[in-house]
């Protein structure tokens, strides 16, 4: 029982706390985009950061609309094919 003690802390020691208890992001950018979802509620693009692995990623979160804001706008379109070659790529 004590050596498989041993092997969990040895091994907590080498993950990030992220791994261990989920990322914990923080707000490191704020957009001047927003879109309204379903209900009228506005949502700005945020570039959120993880604190302790630092890994980046795009968030749309709850908002206030602010006078300088740009509202998303989508349009629906014709198919367009992606060339084979920006597929493979990722």
């Known amino acids: 029982m004590i050596d498989e003690v041993k ?5 907590l020691r080498y993950k990030s706390p ?3 208890s989920g990322h914990q992001w923080r707000i490191k950018q704020r957009s001047n985009v927003i879109q309204f979802d379903y209900m009228g509620y506005p949502l700005r693009l945020f570039i959120c950061e993880c604190k302790y692995c630092m890994k980046s990623e795009q968030m749309w979160i709850d908002s206030t609309e602010c006078k300088n804001d740009v509202v998303l706008q ?3 379109d014709d198919y367009i094919p992606i060339p ?7």
């Open 7 to 11: 092997k969990q802390i040895k091994l």
């Open 18 to 20: 992220c791994k261990i």
């Open 74 to 76: 989508w349009y629906d």
């Open 84 to 90: 084979p070659k920006a597929e493979s790529e990722g």
